[in-house]
Nanobody, 115 residues
Framework: QVQLVESGGGLVQPGGSLTLSCAAS????????MGWYRQAPGKQRELVAQ???????NYADSVKGRFTISRDSTKNAVYLQMNSLKPEDTAVYLC?????????WGQGTQVTVSS
């Protein structure tokens, strides 16, 4: 059974930082494109950052220079370091693993940026 379990969300003030973690089980995550998506109330789910098995990274324009995705194959995990957080970053952040035709999702972790 495949599981992606996110952690690290919470409430942070504007300008603050958070690191999200995604622990994968049931898959060898290093074969997958691992990514983070987010969904805010009333908005569509959007890609935040993705790291392919080859090491290529892709970021949403809105987070470039502020967020960094990384992975630790020894721990079967992927991380999202988020700096200089803004209120518009408030959303549920979901971990994703893609290896066509497989597409797995975690349950998500809430990130709220507010003073």
């Amino acid at each position: 059974q495949v599981q992606l379990v996110e952690s690290g969300g919470g409430l942070v003030q504007p300008g603050g930082s958070l690191t999200l973690s995604c622990a994968a089980s049931g898959i060898r995550s290093w074969f997958y494109a691992m990514g983070w998506y987010r969904q805010a109330p009333g908005k569509q789910r959007e890609l935040v950052a993705q790291r392919t098995s080859a090491g290529t990274t892709n970021y949403a324009d809105s987070v470039k220079g502020r967020f960094t995705i990384s992975r630790d194959s020894t721990k079967n995990a992927v991380y999202l370091q988020m700096n200089s957080l803004k209120p518009e970053d408030t959303a549920v952040y979901l971990c994703n693993a893609q290896l066509p035709p497989h597409d797995y999702w975690g349950q998500g972790t809430q990130v709220t940026v507010s003073s």
